[in-house]
């Protein structure tokens, strides 16, 4: 006995319909990634005293750290490290906030684990 679908469930059409959509979300995520990595991502911590920017790809391009961070950072240096892993850490969030966003309006906030 054959299994019967809904009218318009199943069949030839559908399923090529179906492949279409999927090649066309995976240009866009992939037109998408490629904006992403070429943006600069920039974020501060400590009031100013650390700021990086890094690439969409998550690597660091610039570090600037204040004058008065360096003077403190000669008593307590840890005060110092802990400012510039805080700005990495906000930082690489910031990054994937914006590209969970972006990718979840491509794909209607359905998440591909491994794909972004």
Do not use: W
Request: charged share 25%.
């Amino acid at each position: 006995m054959k299994a019967r679908l809904p009218q318009g469930m199943g069949g030839q059409q559908s399923m090529q319909s179906m492949i279409k959509q999927a090649q066309k979300m995976q240009t866009e995520i992939t037109e998408v990634q490629e904006q992403i990595e070429q943006e600069t991502f920039s974020t501060t911590a400590g009031g100013g005293a650390v700021e990086i920017t890094m690439t969409g790809r998550k690597e660091i391009k610039e570090l600037k750290i204040s004058p008065d961070a360096i003077k403190d950072a000669v008593d307590d240096p840890s005060m110092l490290e802990d400012l510039v892993i805080s700005a990495v850490n906000e930082c690489i969030n910031t990054i994937n906030a914006s590209t969970e966003d972006r990718m979840g309006a491509i794909t209607g906030g359905v998440s591909f684990p491994g794909l972004f």
